[in-house]
């Protein structure tokens, strides 16, 4: 499925209108939060997972408490 979508002005921003068909498809409706997440094939849009949020928070933790280490480990 292929839809064209248009940029749009919201504010002093820039946004895009979802259609009520991929609203439906992710399972996610007006209000919610998603995530845009760069790929190899460009940018993804995901719907929100509290516990990918949470699991993203600790490897930032464990990546910046043990950023020393892990350069050594990436020689």
């Known amino acids: 499925m292929i839809n064209k979508l248009k940029i749009t002005t919201v504010g002093n921003s820039a946004g895009i209108v979802l259609p009520k ?3 439906g498809r992710m399972r996610v409706e007006k209000g919610d ?8 094939n460009g940018i993804e849009l995901t ?29």
Do not use: G, S
């Open 33 to 40: 939060t998603l995530y845009a997440i760069e790929t190899p």
């Open 47 to 75: 719907p929100y997972d509290p516990e990918f949020d949470e699991q993203l928070e600790v490897a930032k933790r464990v990546m910046r408490e043990n950023r020393n280490l892990l350069r050594k480990l990436a020689e």
């Open 21 to 23: 068909e991929i609203l």
